[in-house]
C-alpha cells in the first residue's frame, strides 16, 4: 500500500509540474521557471535535459526531452522521478476561467524510485526538504490560502519502471509498467487499467474509483478491481483507503492454480482453485476474512482469518473446516495399500529438506473434519490444530479415527538452528487387520492394538533423519486370529490352513542412531506360544530377526522351531534354525533321548527317511519346507 502512496504523490506531482510548465513562458525560460516553482514547493530540483516547448496539437501543452526529478535529501540512490520524454496538454478555455484542467498527462520510458528510510520517512513526503516560507510564518493569508483546483483527465505511461526499496530489505522492482488513467471531472470517478509481468508472466489490472479526490484525501471510497492472469481473476468490490484500509468483498477464482499465482510470484497447488470472503484491513495492519471458502483439489473448505501485519512476521489466527476431505483420486480395492515404490529400494532420498516456510508465518491454524480420504488411508472424525512460533510448528492431534480406533499426540518440526523432528503418539483400539493390509499388504491378522511411539531425529535429508532417529515405543494386542494358517497344525506339519487364535500379544522396542530394537516380543496362544527378537534397521532398511513359534508340552516346550529372518526390507531371506529346533530344550541330556526324540518327532512329523538318507537330514529338510511354507503363508505369499 505504500507503493500506491507513493505512485498516487508521483502523479499528482508530475500534474503540478505540468501546470507550472504551460502558464510560464516557451523555450528555455519554461524549463527554467517550471524548475524554479518546482524548487519552491518541494524543496527539490526539476532538471530539463533536453529541448521544452508548445504543443499546440491536439491540444494545448507542453512536450519536453528527458526530465528528472531530485530524491530526498537523505538518500543516495539518484533521482526520485525521470522519464525521456512527456507531454502535457491543458483546456486553455478552463484555464482561462482559472480552472487548470490537464488533458492530458503522457510519459515514455518512466522510472520511479519510492524510497523509505531507517527513521521512516518516504521520499514522496514532499514537505520535509521545503524551506520555511519566512512571508507566511508571521500570519496566514487567507485569500493565498485557497489552492487553484486541478483536474487531471488523463494519465498515460509506457515502458515505466516502478522500484520500490524500504531500509533493511531488497529492492522490489516492476518492469515494462504500462497504465492509463481517465479521470473526467475532478469530482467524479475514475478508472484505471495497467499491464505489467513482475515476475515474468503477464498481468493486467483494471480499477474503478468511486472518488478519487476522497482517496487522496486520505479518506475512503466504493472501488472496483479486478486482476487477470492466466485465464484466471481476482475481484475486490468495497471500500478502500490508502491508509491502507479496506473493507468489501473478494473473490478469486482460477482454472490453473499454479499459473495464476505464479503471475504473482507465488507457488500454488496444480489444478482449480475457487476462493471468496469478506476481508477488512484496518490502518493499524489488522486484517480478518470472514464467511471464507476454498475449493481447491475438489475440496471445499470453510475459512475465517484474523491476520495481524504489524510485526516481523504475519500472526494468523485461523479456523478451517470440511465435511470430507479428499487428497487424491480413490483407488481401487486391490490398490488401497502404500504404494511400493522403486525408488525405495535404493534407500532414503538424500535431498536437501527446504523448511523455510516455517519462518513465513506465526499464529495457530486449528483444523476439523467429519471425514478424510488420504487415497489409501481412511480417517474418520479429525480435529488437529498447528502451532507456528519462530519457525517451530507444533501440530497436535486431538482426535483422529483411523483403522477403527484412535489416535492422539503431537508432531513438531524445528527449522529455528538446523531442521529437527520430534512426535508422541499414542493409538487405542486400532484394528490390526486394516492396518497391517494398509502398511504390509498382510490381511491374515484380527484383533485390536494399543501403542504409543515417541522419536526425535534431526538432519537436513529424509535419509539423515532415519539414520540418526531415537526413540521408544511398545505395542499391546488383545485377543485375536491368524487367518489361513494354524500354527499348531504346522508345527505338526500339517500347512493345510486353518486358523490360529491367540489370546494376546506384546512387544516393546527402543532406537538407536537409526536401528530398532526389539527383545520381548510374546503371542500367547491355547497350546502354542511365540517370541521374537531382533533388530530393524530403520535407516538403512534392513531387518535381522528370529522368530520362535513354539509347542507347548506338560514341562516346558516340546518343540521349537527359530526362523532367521534376515537381509534387506525388500527381499530378506527366511532362513529356520534347524539345529536350535532341534537342540532345543533337550541339550542337557541330547545323547540319552537322542533315539527317542528322531521317533518322537518322526512320528510326530510324519516324516519317512527316503533311501539312503538319514533320519536327521529327513527332519532338516521337512522342518525347512514347512517353516518356509507356514512363514509366507503367514505374512501373504504363496
Known amino acids: 500500500m505504500k507503493v500506491i ?67 530526498a535529501s537523505w538518500s543516495s540512490k539518484g533521482p526520485m522521478f525521470q522519464a525521456e520524454s512527456a507531454v502535457i496538454g491543458v483546456d486553455a478555455m478552463a484555464a482561462l476561467g482559472g480552472d487548470i484542467r490537464i488533458k492530458t498527462l503522457e510519459l515514455v520510458s518512466p522510472d520511479v524510485l519510492l524510497e523509505v528510510n531507517a527513521d521512516g520517512q518516504a521520499n514522496w513526503d514532499l514537505t520535509a526538504d521545503k524551506a520555511p516560507d519566512p512571508a ?18 488523463s494519465l498515460s505511461l509506457s515502458n515505466a519502471r516502478l522500484r520500490y526499496i ?92 499454479h499459473a495464476f499465482l505464479a503471475t ?111 487415497g489409501y488411508i481412511p480417517v474418520g472424525k479429525t480435529r488437529a490444530s498447528l502451532t507456528i512460533d519462530t519457525a517451530r510448528a507444533v501440530a497436535t492431534i486431538e482426535e483422529m479415527a483411523i483403522f477403527d480406533g484412535a489416535v492422539q499426540g503431537t508432531l513438531v518440526a524445528n527449522n529455528r538452528n538446523g531442521f529437527s523432528v520430534r512426535g508422541d503418539l499414542t493409538a487405542a483400539a486400532i484394528g490390526l487387520e486394516p492396518f497391517l493390509a494398509t502398511a504390509a499388504d498382510i490381511d491374515r491378522f484380527t484383533g485390536t492394538a494399543d501403542a504409543r511411539a515417541t522419536f526425535l531425529s534431526s538432519g537436513d535429508s529424509v535419509d539423515t533423519l532415519m539414520n540418526g532417529l531415537s526413540g521408544e515405543g511398545n505395542l499391546s494386542v488383545g485377543r485375536g486370529t491368524i487367518e489361513g494358517i494354524d500354527l499348531d497344525r504346522l508345527l505338526r506339519g500339517d500347512v493345510t490352513g486353518g486358523t490360529t487364535v491367540f489370546d494376546n500379544m506384546a512387544a516393546s522396542w527402543t532406537i538407536k542412531e537409526g536401528v530398532l ?4 516380543l510374546v503371542m500367547g496362544l491355547p497350546r502354542l506360544a511365540a517370541t521374537g527378537k531382533g533388530t530393524v534397521g530403520l535407516g538403512l532398511q534392513t ?62 512329523l510324519g516324516v519317512t527317511p527316503q533311501e539312503g538318507q538319514s533320519t536327521e537330514d529327513a527332519l532338516k529338510k521337512k522342518l525347512e519346507d514347512e517353516a518356509k511354507k507356514g512363514l509366507l503363508n503367514l505374512l501373504g505369499g504363496n
Open 136 to 153: 507566511t510564518t508571521s500570519a496566514p493569508d487567507v485569500s493565498a490560502s485557497a489552492a487553484t483546483p486541478i483536474t487531471l483527465e
Open 264 to 374: 504473482l510470484g507465488a507457488t500454488g497447488p496444480e489444478g482449480p482453485l475457487a476462493a471468496s470472503g469478506d476481508v477488512t484491513l484496518t490502518g493499524n495492519q489488522q486484517m480478518s476474512l470472514r464467511g471464507g471458502t476454498l475449493q481447491v483439489f475438489g475440496n471445499t473448505f470453510s475459512v475465517q482469518a484474523d491476520v495481524n501485519l504489524s510485526g516481523t512476521r504475519p500472526n494468523v489466527i485461523a479456523q478451517i473446516a470440511t465435511e470430507h476431505l479428499r487428497l487424491q483420486d480413490s483407488q481401487t480395492a486391490s490398490d488401497n495399500a502404500i504404494p511400493k515404490h522403486e525408488a525405495d529400494i535404493g534407500g532414503w532420498s538424500k535431498e536437501p529438506i527446504d523448511a523455510q516456510a516455517l519462518g513465513l508465518i506465526d499464529g495457530t491454524i486449528t483444523f476439523a473434519a467429519e471425514a478424510m480420504d488420504l
Open 5 to 71: 502512496r507513493g505512485i498516487i504523490a508521483a502523479i499528482v506531482l508530475l500534474a503540478i509540474s505540468g501546470v507550472v510548465l504551460i502558464v510560464a513562458l516557451p523555450g528555455e525560460k519554461i524549463a527554467k521557471l517550471a524548475a524554479d516553482q518546482v524548487k519552491a514547493q518541494t524543496g527539490r530540483d526539476l532538471v530539463f535535459e533536453g529541448s521544452v516547448g508548445f504543443s499546440w496539437y491536439p491540444v494545448l501543452g507542453i512536450r519536453t526531452e528527458a526530465v528528472r526529478f531530485g530524491n
Open 517 to 520: 530394537q526389539n527383545d520381548d
Open 166 to 257: 524500504e531500509a533493511g530489505t531488497q529492492l522490489q522492482e516492476i518492469a515494462n509498467l504500462s497504465l492509463t488513467l481517465d479521470w473526467p471531472e475532478r469530482t467524479g470517478p475514475a478508472s484505471l487499467a495497467a499491464e505489467a509481468a513482475p515476475f515474468g508472466k503477464a498481468l493486467a489490472t483494471q480499477a474503478t474509483i468511486a472518488a478519487p479526490l476522497t482517496l487522496l484525501q486520505g479518506g475512503t471510497t466504493q472501488v472496483y478491481a479486478k486482476l487477470t492472469a492466466a485465464q484466471g481473476q481476482a475481484s475486490f468490490t468495497g471500500q478502500f483507503g490508502i491508509a491502507p484500509e479496506a473493507q468489501g468483498r473478494l473473490e478469486v477464482n482460477a482454472p490453473d492454480a
Open 543 to 604: 531387518i535381522d530377526y528370529i522368530f520362535t513359534p513354539q509347542l507347548r508340552g506338560t514341562d516346558g516346550p516340546a518343540l521349537m522351531v527359530p526362523v532367521k529372518i534376515r537381509g534387506s526390507w525388500h527381499n530378506p531371506s527366511i532362513v529356520p534354525d534347524l539345529e536350535a529346533a532341534i537342540e532345543s530344550g533337550f541339550e542337557a541330556d541330547l545323547d540319552a533321548i537322542e533315539d527317542s526324540l528322531k521317533d518322537a518327532v518322526q512320528n510326530e
